[in-house]
């Protein structure tokens, strides 16, 4: 593919791709390995990408459309679609979520694999499919990907995963309901989430309400400096638990606009630093009120979860049923809240993001 000089015009499309490539720098040359000088039409910047890994990523026609104008796309999981919530609920939230970002300005792009293929937005069928599958639908980390492509298998993407292919198309901005951490007595089972390592190698905007009180909420900080991810609370000084507004933890930074989170990315970008960044947006305060409800039955659910030996990656899923079923529901409801709530704020600063970059 020629690179448009300054003296030769460019297609807006054109224009926009490469500021596109320009703007995933860095990161990908760590995380991949080797890549291709690309400029920018517009910049004397000179970043690298790894074509072969970007062209293995299948994305939709509409995130397509989207990426060659420069225009907003807001990447979302699908682990939340086939193991956060029960059918048809899931699906049902899973398609108003998107709704969401599309009325805000940005174009949504939920990840998973597909028959082998990594895909960067998913039609209807495939939201679907994945939706009914459920529980029966492989769930892939970082770790599981060659495995799930190698394999033709279809998997939900968890955050780690759904970084990684994000980052792959150039889509800045994604969009999740709480991060993993480090879980309680982590010190000892050393049961870390990969996210938090991801977080420190992926250079992918994630907006979140923050981590669930089932984690060790300052130990969690704690690896996230560590790996030099930027973490910033939204609107708030303190750092948020997911279903309540406070942890008793600092943020260790603080954004009040979509137009500050966007400014911090893209600062991100232009430093061609190989992290990401956490965004993490406060549960809407008339939701809130749920909080301590939700708290009892998760100290219940934790309980169980030592008398039965539940390990690793079950952990998450069996407290989430768990509490579902204490709280008669009401936690999905919370749930769901704040998942839109974050696709709104994240949309917003993909927006602006955009912006910024032409």
């Not at 979302?76 to 919530?85: D, K, N, P, Q, R």
């Not at 938090?196 to 969690?220: F, H, Q, W, Y």
């Not at 992290?275 to 998760?298: C, D, M, Q, R, Y």
């Not at 899923?317 to 579902?324: G, Q, S």
């Amino acid at each position: 593919m020629p690179v448009p000089s300054s003296s030769s015009p460019a297609s807006p499309d054109a224009t926009a791709a490469y500021r596109r490539i320009a703007s995933i720098a860095s990161h990908v040359t760590l995380a991949y390995g080797i890549g291709t000088a690309l400029t920018s039409s517009s910049s004397s910047a000179v970043r690298d990408v790894n074509r072969d890994a970007w062209a293995k990523v299948k994305l939709s026609d509409e995130v397509r459309r989207a990426l060659r104008r420069g225009e907003p796309v807001v990447a979302l999981e699908s682990t939340i679609v086939a193991h956060g919530m029960p059918y048809p609920e899931n699906l049902r939230t899973a398609l108003e979520v998107e709704e969401v970002i599309r009325r805000c300005g940005a174009t949504p792009a939920t990840v998973a694999v597909v028959r082998g293929e990594p895909k960067v937005g998913l039609t209807r069928d495939e939201l679907e499919d994945i939706a009914r599958l459920g529980d029966r639908c492989a769930k892939a980390s970082r770790r599981d990907l060659s495995h799930a492509c190698g394999t033709g298998a279809t998997a939900a993407t968890t955050v780690s995963a759904t970084m990684v292919l994000a980052r792959a198309a150039g889509v800045d901005v994604f969009v999740t309901g709480g991060v993993g951490g480090v879980h309680r007595d982590g010190e000892h089972t050393m049961d870390v989430s990969a996210d938090l390592i991801e977080l420190g190698r992926t250079n992918v905007a994630v907006i979140c309400a923050g981590v669930k009180s089932i984690l060790d909420i300052p130990k969690t900080l704690e690896v996230l400096e560590t790996q030099g991810a930027t973490v910033c609370a939204y609107g708030t000084d303190e750092f948020p638990a997911f279903f309540t507004r406070r942890s008793g933890c600092a943020a260790p930074a603080r954004v009040d606009s979509p137009e500050e989170a966007a400014a911090v990315i893209k600062s991100g970008l232009d430093l061609n630093l190989a992290n990401g960044s956490v965004f993490a947006v406060p549960i809407p305060i008339e939701h809130e009120a749920l909080g301590e409800k939700i708290e009892s039955a998760t100290r219940r659910a934790l309980d169980e979860v030592e008398q039965r030996g539940i390990l690793g990656r079950d952990v998450t899923p069996y407290i989430l049923k768990r509490v579902a079923e204490l709280t008669g529901g009401e936690s999905l409801k919370a749930n769901i809240a704040l998942v839109k709530n974050n696709a709104a704020v994240g949309a917003r600063i993909a927006v602006h993001l955009a912006r910024l970059n032409r």
